[in-house]
């Protein structure tokens, strides 16, 4: 089976990579996601192991700025049967839930966050869906072309 590479978006505002770096084990659930095609991917795409480019949306810049990995597939997404929190869905239910949520661990911190614009210049990411019109998924497949210039310009480190 070959391994599938991910990019999630994350306003830094909301949880940046830094929160995830300090989140116990740095690894944190990735609830929230109220789009249908989102959590198709995280459901029916995303398995343990595999790795994920963080970015920061709404930002100054907007840009990719570390690794994480998937570290517990789909399940259901808690925050969509509690009223009182702001992803609350009225018509999910536990017995069949609607939303999932994926466990992220932080891998990587970028030395050099990878902008936005900078990517539209990179040859080999003409294709990304990130820098597709209209692109506003949180969550989105990468290939692992993609994601090898992407790191590379990033220039990683561990966390």
């Not at 911190?109 to 990878?114: D, E, I, N």
């Not at 990130?130 to 480190?157: D, I």
Request: net charge neutral; glycine share 6%.
């Amino acid at each position: 089976m070959t391994s599938k590479f991910w990019l999630v978006k994350s306003e830094p505002a909301e949880f940046s990579f830094d929160d995830l770096v300090t989140s116990p084990g740095r690894t944190t659930c990735w609830d929230g996601v109220r789009n249908y095609q989102a959590r198709n991917f995280m459901r029916d795409g995303m398995r343990k192991g595999e790795l994920v480019l963080f970015y920061h949306s709404n930002a100054d810049p907007a840009a990719v700025v570390g690794v994480a990995r998937i570290v517990r597939e789909a399940y259901p997404d808690p925050t969509a049967f509690d009223a009182s929190d702001p992803h609350f869905d009225p018509r999910s239910r536990a017995e069949a839930p609607t939303w999932v949520m994926v466990d992220l661990q932080a891998v990587e911190r970028f030395t050099h966050a990878v902008a936005l614009d900078a990517l539209r210049k990179v040859k080999g990411l003409e294709k990304m869906a990130l820098l597709q019109r209209g692109s506003r998924l949180s969550v989105q497949p990468v290939t692992s072309g993609e994601f090898a210039l992407v790191r590379g310009l990033g220039q990683p480190e561990p966390v």
